[in-house]
């Protein structure tokens, strides 16, 4: 444990052992939380009446339009990019990942676009509004400015990829003070 300690202290990280639980603790823990107005599920279906269930068409593309928000940070502590994908009924659905490689800013802004649109893409959703408060990359997507730096040349190329799958997408800027 000494060992590990000590390489981990590079890093910053501090080993903290955990106490051991016994199972039957957490057994006894929970019969003890049972309520008696517990409902076992029903299965049948509620309206017998009912011939078909059928999805009204919105009037407009920005009703059914999902919106995302993506962010990303490297610094001394650790890099790490966050989406939140907004369903057009407003429910949240957040991801969150932490890199496990160096890089820059940019760098985790284009990681955490990319990875909110493959999660977009894997729900086949067609309508997109992506907000970011990274200026160069939501410009470079849009193709307002060029892309400079060589390590971003893949990033971007990737992103215009993955804009292809959908039918409608716009990228906005969203100023670090309104995230």
């Not at 009446?49 to 009703?63: H, N, Q, R, T």
């Not at 932490?98 to 309508?127: H, P, Q, S």
Request: glycine share 6%; aromatic share 12%.
């Amino acid at each position: 444990m000494a060992r590990w300690q000590i390489l981990l202290s590079e890093y910053d990280i501090v080993y903290v052992s955990q106490k051991s639980i016994k199972g039957s603790a957490i057994a006894d823990f929970l019969a003890t939380r049972t309520t008696e107005e517990y409902e076992p599920l029903r299965f049948d279906f509620p309206d017998e009446d009912l011939m078909c269930i059928i999805e009204k068409e919105c009037e407009s593309s920005k009703e059914k339009s999902w919106k995302m928000s993506f962010d990303g940070a490297s610094n001394a502590l650790g890099h790490g990019i966050e989406v939140v994908l907004v369903s057009p009924e407003g429910n949240h659905y957040p991801l969150t990942v932490r890199l496990n490689f160096f890089c820059t800013n940019n760098i985790a802004e284009y990681e955490a676009c990319i990875m909110g649109l493959r999660a977009v893409i894997g729900r086949n959703i067609k309508t997109l509004e992506v907000y970011g408060d990274s200026a160069l990359v939501i410009y470079q997507i849009r193709g307002d400015w060029e892309v400079g730096d060589s390590k971003l040349v893949k990033y971007s190329d990737l992103v215009a990829e993955l804009i292809k799958e959908f039918e409608e997408i716009t990228f906005n800027y969203l100023p670090r003070e309104e995230n």
